[in-house]
């Protein structure tokens, strides 16, 4: 895996695995229907087992009261616009709210598939998606993936997410490095032909306000064939 840099626009910066790729964004009308999210249904980590998954009344990646807070926080965002992003390792669609929008190229990673942030320039999204081919098993990709130039971590929580068709593993904790404490979502997910790496990120301080439509914009994602 090739090593890239990821800036934190206050002048963090990151350091993620990836491949370089090239992009292409194609809108589709907002009449679109939009899939729901499927809720994850387990609790251990994912390590690319097909019988891993089994459902447990009551548990899931999100509680129903982190579900309700979600809804409450986009529903003020009157529409979501639907978008496939076309790249060279294949096709994905997801569902962008009103204030949040794609970044300009390379803005955030020299080698995502897909960028984003909100209009307030205070949480930030992105993919990056490998061949399954090039790796021997899900395992085998999570283990190549190295966090530790984000910084100290700290609060860090492991759970086992799916969601519309990708499965895989969500790890959530606040890192610090430089002085800046920074709270992240990363889910490191198994789709049909590729493993991914889907990472939302905020300042710690702005978590709380952020988090609920973080956990929204991730969990529209969906692999297309």
């Not at 809108?27 to 249904?41: C, D, F, G, K, V």
């Not at 009103?98 to 930030?124: G, H, M, P, R, V």
Request: with cysteine; glycine share 4%; proline share 1%.
């Amino acid at each position: 895996m090739k090593s890239i840099k990821i800036v934190w626009l206050v002048m963090v910066v990151l350091t993620i695995t990836g491949c370089s790729k090239k992009t292409e964004d194609k809108a589709i009308p907002e009449s679109t229907t939009q899939e729901s999210s499927r809720s994850t249904e387990s609790v251990i980590s994912y390590d690319g087992d097909e019988e891993f998954y089994e459902s447990i009344e009551g548990r899931s990646g999100r509680s129903m009261e982190e579900n309700k807070t979600a809804t409450e926080g986009t529903s003020e965002s009157t529409t979501s616009r639907i978008e496939v992003i076309e790249t060279n390792n294949g096709d994905f669609k997801l569902s962008i709210p009103q204030d949040w929008q794609k970044t300009k190229a390379k803005e955030l990673s020299d080698s995502a598939d897909i960028e984003l942030k909100n209009t307030t320039d205070t949480a930030y999204y992105m993919v990056l998606s490998e061949k399954k081919k090039e790796f021997e098993s899900f395992s085998a990709f999570k283990n190549s993936v190295d966090i530790s130039d984000l910084g100290e971590k700290k609060d860090e929580k492991k759970e086992s997410i799916e969601y519309n068709g990708l499965k895989g593993e969500r790890r959530t904790f606040i890192a610090k490095k430089e002085g800046v404490e920074v709270y992240y979502i990363y889910d490191l997910l198994e789709g049909k032909d590729y493993f991914m790496q889907c990472i939302s990120w905020t300042q710690a301080t702005d978590k709380e306000a952020n988090e609920s439509q973080m956990k929204v914009v991730m969990s529209s994602l969906s692999e297309l064939d």
